[in-house]
């Protein structure tokens, strides 16, 4: 089963220097995870191929950019041969740009090695994960440059309070400008690591069971 949704936007928003015609981003994780990323690139002009289990629409804007769209894949993480078989009906021959993955751990290797091969040579990835998960930055694929984006769990604006999801998604646009300029590999530290803080909200919800709080990879 696919969903296209063909989505406005604003130009020249927060990826204004990245406009394209063609170019492809696959977003791996959590339903409207990371919508605010997906509405960045469809406002200039990228296609996003977004596999989750349920269709969560990205929020339309009012200026229309025709290249611009968001196309939903139904997937399982723990199919990956059949997400990559779709993903790659969706793309119909071209390649990924652009990979963004926040999947669990035991989700995201297997995903990751699936769609490997729909992935341009040059295309990096920015991968999220929280603090917890690692104690250092992950050994990297030869040849891709990866922007390691690590959540702590308490704000850093206020370290009372658990890590939002508007500072979330702040913190992995940034990583994902930074890949997109052709940065290399780099480390990005989103939110503080605090012992008595709740894990990072999603949809503005602190999660309370451990596969929810971190919707992240290892």
């Given at each position: 089963?696919?969903?296209?949704t063909?989505?406005?936007?604003?130009?020249?928003?927060?990826?204004?220097?990245?406009?394209d015609?063609?170019?492809?981003?696959?977003?791996?994780?959590?339903?409207?995870?990371?919508?605010?990323?997906?509405?960045?690139?469809?406002?200039?002009?990228?296609?996003?191929?977004?596999p989750?289990?349920?269709?969560?629409?990205?929020?339309?804007?009012?200026?229309?950019?025709?290249?611009?769209?968001?196309v939903?894949?139904?997937a399982?993480?723990?199919?990956?041969?059949?997400?990559?078989r779709d993903?790659?009906r969706?793309?119909?021959?071209?390649?990924?740009?652009l990979?963004?993955?926040w999947?669990?751990?035991?989700?995201?290797?297997?995903?990751?090695?699936?769609?490997?091969?729909?992935?341009?040579?040059?295309?990096?990835?920015?991968?999220?994960?929280?603090?917890?998960?690692?104690?250092?930055?992950?050994?990297?694929a030869?040849?891709?440059?990866v922007?390691?984006?690590?959540?702590?769990?308490?704000?850093?604006?206020?370290?009372?309070?658990?890590?939002?999801?508007?500072?979330?998604?702040?913190?992995?646009?940034?990583?994902?400008?930074?890949?997109?300029?052709?940065?290399?590999?780099?480390?990005?530290?989103?939110?503080?690591?605090?012992?008595?803080?709740?894990?990072?909200?999603v949809?503005?919800?602190?999660?309370?069971?451990?596969?929810?709080?971190?919707?992240?990879?290892?």
């Amino acid at each position: 089963m696919e969903q296209v949704t063909r989505h406005p936007g604003l130009v020249d928003r927060s990826f204004g220097y990245l406009r394209d015609v063609d170019r492809n981003a696959l977003i791996l994780t959590g339903a409207g995870m990371l919508n605010g990323i997906a509405h960045d690139l469809v406002d200039n002009g990228w296609r996003v191929v977004q596999p989750s289990r349920r269709y969560v629409p990205v929020a339309a804007n009012d200026v229309a950019h025709p290249a611009g769209r968001v196309v939903w894949v139904e997937a399982r993480w723990d199919e990956p041969e059949l997400l990559v078989r779709d993903v790659a009906r969706t793309l119909n021959g071209a390649t990924v740009d652009l990979v963004v993955v926040w999947l669990h751990d035991e989700d995201r290797k297997n995903v990751l090695r699936a769609v490997e091969p729909l992935l341009a040579p040059n295309a990096p990835v920015v991968d999220v994960r929280s603090t917890s998960d690692v104690a250092e930055v992950p050994e990297q694929a030869a040849g891709r440059c990866v922007q390691h984006v690590f959540l702590g769990n308490a704000s850093a604006r206020d370290s009372s309070r658990p890590l939002g999801q508007a500072e979330i998604v702040a913190g992995v646009r940034e990583a994902v400008a930074q890949a997109l300029a052709g940065a290399p590999s780099t480390r990005h530290d989103v939110g503080v690591r605090r012992q008595s803080a709740a894990g990072p909200r999603v949809h503005g919800l602190a999660r309370v069971l451990p596969r929810l709080a971190h919707p992240t990879a290892g």
